[in-house]
């Protein structure tokens, strides 16, 4: 990049690291079919507890929110998905927004997503199929690593 990009405040295209951080496992269920794994501060009424995990920071260098980072689980098999939620959105972000994530050594990317959603300053990104597949991989407790990269 030349001195006057640089100056003018440009940015190098590609990903960049938004947040790295330590995210402590926690577990929820709802009801007997469904358990999940991972972190959420966001308020999912039907699992106990409501809110699971933590993260030692939660800010990306944008400012939004990552909310979540979780596996979910049907007890029956039928369906897995690994699921990351980030708020703080004036208007939807679009797909792209996110580049990838990476969490137990996992890395999902935006464009292997099978649902994203905007909603109310929200976005979700889901990675879904009947197989563990798309999970993320977490045991029911300790600690590991999230990084967040933008496009």
């Keep these: ?15 960049f690291t ?4 330590t995210l402590t496992i926690g577990t929820a269920n709802g009801g007997t079919l469904i358990n999940t794994r991972g972190f959420s501060s966001v308020v999912l009424p039907s699992f106990t507890p409501t809110t699971f995990g933590s993260l030692t920071s939660a800010t990306l260098t944008d400012g939004k929110i990552c909310g979540s980072c979780y596996d979910f689980r049907d007890v029956n098999g039928s369906s897995f998905a690994a699921v990351v939620r980030i708020s703080g959105f004036a208007s939807d972000p679009g797909t792209t927004y996110l580049y990838d994530v990476t969490s137990n050594s996992v890395t999902k990317t935006q464009a292997t997503a099978t649902l994203y959603s905007y909603s109310a300053g929200t976005a979700l990104w889901e990675w879904e199929d009947t197989t563990i597949a798309p999970l993320f991989g977490f045991p029911t407790s300790g600690s590991t690593s999230l990084v967040i990269r933008l496009s």
């Design 1 to 15: 990049m030349s001195f006057a990009a640089r100056s003018l405040g440009y940015l190098a295209s590609g990903p």
């Design 18 to 21: 938004a947040l790295s951080t």
